[in-house]
């Protein structure tokens, strides 16, 4: 049946137009108000949308919309249309949802800041975006939504453009994006060119799909790893992460929405939607899931030595999409997604939360000068702690249900592997350890800032609280809509996402995955309770080191100082970069401008100019004006015809 | 018996005379006096022919040549008037207008 | 033999004629050694058995046009005056060379043509009347009477040019008047 679905990306279209063409008429009042409410709006719809499609039985929930024909042309055929199912419903409702509180937490933040009414609507042409990418039904249009998300992480990134460091880090987000992109391009080229559609709902039909490729065969190997690209891009894992953390030069909020809850999600999404095809590839699984997890490794040891609060946000990001990505890489799809809903939550709450630290410490984002916050901002330290216990898997809170049932799945499945499932424990203990070394050093102990600081500590406005208690509610309820049937639960999450990953359904891995995981409970709840107990430990281990006598902390430091400036330096993958990949091209471009282009292209052009001048200057005599000459001349041309008469004659 | 190509030849020495005259002479005068010798030389072989050809009608093309010359004479010899009253000199190196 | 004498005496006066010409200084000097140098030439044109041509030569060319020349020297008072500057030698010789290049490529032209294979030199006889008037009129009044009709134009052309272009206009007519 048709529904309006487009309503649901075209409301915050036309809030950005709005805002975008009368950005000098409105009031920041008008600006901040229709944005938020353009936002609200889809929310509705989202939610109305929801409902309908509950309402279909399990095996049909599919709600689509054609909005027009878009490039008709023979063979190539794709529409603007969007596509309502399970998977698309989650995603929508947390991109508008938390976009939402995240829209109104921003009209506290921002208030004092000239560009008030550009930030709003960059705001909302993300959501839009972010819209299209979820709701389309055709890569082509999630390509769109892509791109454009990526324009906007530039354009929020670089916000405060006059900063040269904001600048270049926007630059940065969006010409790494940009290497992804090109893989996820190739990707697409491939499915086109083997199946001669973009459609999802023909490239991934099973049968389609398996007649189309070969399983584990070159040609879905190489689209789905080059898709996976793409993704390692936007969601910053390795190689290409090394935007996210230059991109907390934007405003917080903006790291909230996009590099915390929306945009970095994008990749897990794309894998998610496009199951049946990475189950046909079981050698990209495995990249995928190696990947994920050395990401999830590898970025948790770096935050462990970060002094910026938003520095250790951002490589935790990092670190939890490795967890999404390893999910996806063992075939625990739905938990993927799980993940990302619950680290929604907490982590734009995580976000939120240092916002509005930093924004009652003027600007300070050093933790080395913070301290014992938890007396002044109440409402913000509570809600921070629930969001830490969430992200380090105390039970109960939701990223609890999320990690573990990822640990699970990847010690259990055909696809995982117990070094996976290991590595993958160790991080959540870093995960523990570095989360709560950021919350005692921000809120608990002596306070460290200077005097004129303290002075103007002060709890944030309701319009900045409000959001933070709502995402704190979400962070502990959560997680339940996925309790584990050992723990008594229904798991209704993996149910409702069930018709969605039909990779799972009609292939034999994908039955070996499903059978797996009706395993015993017993080995479940045994490894449950191990990660809380590491997790637990790490915990006491901060606790030691950080609040009861800061002086271990930095004799440890200095014991390891060896390791710690690697960790410090991020491993100078950065440096690395750019000395092997950037100073090169920069060079090789110097080279060809100065060279090529000025010496030999210019030269030539200004060259032939000059030589017809000269040639010019040399002819003009000839036209003396002088009678006697041109006589001469009429008779030199007489003689030398006759000549040539009677040479050839 | 005078063999006709001394009359050629003839003709031509005086049609060259007549180029050389034009070619050296600054006087406008003496330069348009070397064309019409270059006319009479090319009348010189054209009798020449009509003579070795027995035909009576190169005598009546030069007849026509004499009559253009004299047209060509008095017009000629008017530009050269109102070129004189112009620039006071019929030195041909001083009428450089067609320069630059 | 006769021929061959008066044909080199005619053609001595008429190159010389030419080449005194050119290099006068003096124009009234240049028109009379015209004169000797077309005389000579109306020797050549009877020689050819051109008499009424030849005559006409003189009559017209001669009588006419030199004298009109001479008409123009005079009126416009020129002696030998308006030159200033010598021409450089280099510059006369090399134009000298240019036209007797001119002569030679002539000659070998008529070399290759080759006349002498073709019958209608000097040899051939012609009639008694070759050349009189009677038969140039009969021609010219016969086949040739377009032509003949359209120079007549021409003279009238001519003419009226001729009187316009070289009248007193405005200017002149003012600075004489005051």
């Not at chain 1, 063979?75 to 998977?87: A, E, G």
């Not at chain 1, 008594?488 to 039955?511: C, Q, S, W």
């Amino acid at each position: 049946m048709e529904q309006p679905l487009y309503l649901i990306p075209l409301i915050p279209l036309i809030g950005f137009l709005v805002n975008g063409l009368l950005l000098g008429r409105l009031g920041n009042k008008l600006v901040s108000f229709i944005a938020c409410a353009s936002v609200g709006i889809s929310f509705i719809l989202g939610v109305k949308f929801f409902f309908d499609l509950l309402a279909l039985p399990e095996s049909a929930r599919v709600i689509e919309n054609v909005f027009f024909t878009w490039i008709p042309a023979g063979q190539f055929h794709v529409n603007v249309s969007f596509l309502l199912d399970p998977l698309s419903a989650v995603m929508v409702l947390v991109v508008s949802g938390v976009g939402f509180l995240i829209h109104v937490y921003s009209i506290g933040y921002m208030h004092d800041d000239p560009g008030y009414g550009r930030y709003f609507t960059y705001l909302n042409l993300f959501i839009f975006s972010m819209l299209t990418l979820v709701l389309a039904d055709n890569y082509l249009l999630m390509f769109v939504g892509w791109e454009g998300v990526g324009l906007c992480s530039y354009l929020l990134i670089g916000f405060w453009f006059e900063k040269k460091s904001a600048a270049d880090a926007g630059k940065k987000a969006f010409i790494v994006n940009r290497i992804g992109d090109f893989g996820f391009l190739l990707g697409m080229f491939i499915i086109f060119w083997q199946t001669g559609s973009l459609d999802f709902k023909t490239v991934l039909d099973p049968a389609t799909a398996h007649s189309m490729f070969a399983v584990g065969g070159g040609m879905v190997t190489a689209a789905t790893l080059l898709m996976f690209l793409g993704a390692t891009g936007k969601s910053a894992q390795i190689p290409l992460y090394v935007w996210l953390p230059d991109a907390m030069e934007g405003p917080t909020p903006v790291s909230a929405l996009i590099h915390a809850a929306t945009m970095v999600t994008a990749g897990v999404y794309m894998i998610a939607r496009s199951n049946v095809l990475y189950m046909m590839a079981p050698a990209t699984m495995a990249v995928v899931a190696i990947i994920g997890v050395a990401t999830a490794m590898f970025a948790g040891t770096i935050a462990l030595a970060q002094n910026d609060i938003k520095r250790v946000l951002a490589y935790s990001t990092v670190s939890q999409l490795g967890y999404m990505f390893t999910a996806c890489g063992v075939a625990a799809f739905s938990a993927g997604i799980f993940h990302l809903m619950t680290h929604a939550f907490f982590k734009a709450l995580l976000f939120l939360g240092a916002g509005s630290v930093i924004h009652s410490m003027a600007g300070q984002q050093d933790m080395r000068y913070m301290g014992g916050l938890k007396k002044r901002m109440p409402v913000t330290f509570w809600t921070f702690l629930i969001a830490t216990l969430a992200i380090t898997g105390i039970p109960g809170f939701s990223g609890f249900f999320s990690k573990d049932e990822i640990l699970w799945k990847s010690f259990s499945t055909d696809y995982g592997s117990i070094w996976i499932w290991l590595i993958a424990l160790v991080t959540a203990g870093m995960t523990a350890f570095y989360m709560f070394r950021l919350v005692f050093l921000t809120f608990f102990g002596e306070e460290r800032m200077d005097a004129h600081t303290k002075e103007h500590l002060h709890e944030s406005p309701k319009s900045m609280t409000g959001p933070l208690s709502m995402l704190a509610l979400l962070s502990i309820i959560g997680g339940w809509v996925g309790i584990p049937h050992i723990l008594g639960g229904d798991n209704r999450f993996e149910k409702f996402l069930e018709p969605v990953m039909k990779g799972l359904d009609h292939t034999e891995e994908g039955a070996h995955a499903l059978a797996s995981a009706a395993h015993d409970g017993t080995t479940e709840l045994i490894l449950m309770v191990g990660s809380v107990a590491l997790v637990g430990l790490f915990i006491y281990l901060a606790y030691h080191f950080y609040l009861k006598n800061i002086a271990i902390a930095g004799k440890v430091r200095n014991s390891l100082s060896g390791v710690h400036k690697i960790l410090y330096g991020k491993y100078f993958v950065d440096e690395f970069y750019h000395a092997v990949i950037v100073n090169p091209l920069v060079i090789g471009s110097k080279f060809l401008w100065k060279i090529f282009d000025v010496l030999i292209i210019d030269g030539f052009i200004n060259g032939m100019a000059v030589l017809i001048g000269d040639i010019s200057t040399s002819l003009r005599p000839s036209q003396s004006g002088i009678l006697r000459t041109y006589t001469t001349i009429f008779l030199i041309g007489v003689i030398v015809i006759l000549g040539i008469v009677l040479i050839f004659g | 018996m005078v063999p006709i190509e001394y009359f050629l030849l003839l003709s031509a020495l005086l049609f060259a005379i007549g180029a050389a005259g034009v070619i050296i002479s600054r006087n406008l005068i003496i330069m348009f006096m070397a064309i019409e010798l270059m006319l009479n030389a090319a009348n010189l072989a054209i009798i020449a022919f009509s003579r070795m050809n027995n035909v009576v009608d190169g005598h009546v093309f030069v007849f026509i040549v004499f009559t253009i010359a004299a047209a060509e004479a008095a017009v000629g010899l008017a530009i050269i008037i109102m070129v004189f009253r112009n620039r006071e000199s019929i030195n041909a190196d001083k009428f450089s207008l067609l320069k630059r | 033999m006769l021929d061959l004498l008066i044909f080199y005496f005619a053609a001595v006066f008429a190159v010389g004629g030419a080449i005194m010409m050119i290099m006068q200084r003096n124009p009234v000097a240049s028109v009379l050694y015209m004169v000797v140098s077309l005389v000579a030439q109306a020797i050549l044109y009877v020689q050819l058995s051109a008499l009424f041509v030849g005559a006409l030569l003189i009559i017209i060319y001669t009588g006419a046009i030199l004298v009109l020349f001479l008409f123009v020297i005079m009126l416009l008072n020129l002696r030998g005056e308006h030159f200033g500057d010598k021409q450089s030698n280099m510059g006369r010789t090399s134009k000298i060379i240019l036209s007797l290049i001119l002569f030679v490529e002539f000659a070998a032209l008529f070399k290759q043509i080759g006349f002498a294979d073709r019958v209608g030199t000097q040899a051939v006889d012609v009639a008694e009347d070759f050349g009189s008037v009677e038969m140039v009129a009969s021609h010219l009044f016969r086949e040739y009477l377009y032509p003949f009709e359209l120079t007549s134009i021409l003279l009238l052309v001519a003419i009226v040019g001729a009187v316009i272009m070289a009248r007193k206009d405005k200017t002149d007519r003012e600075r004489e008047e005051a």
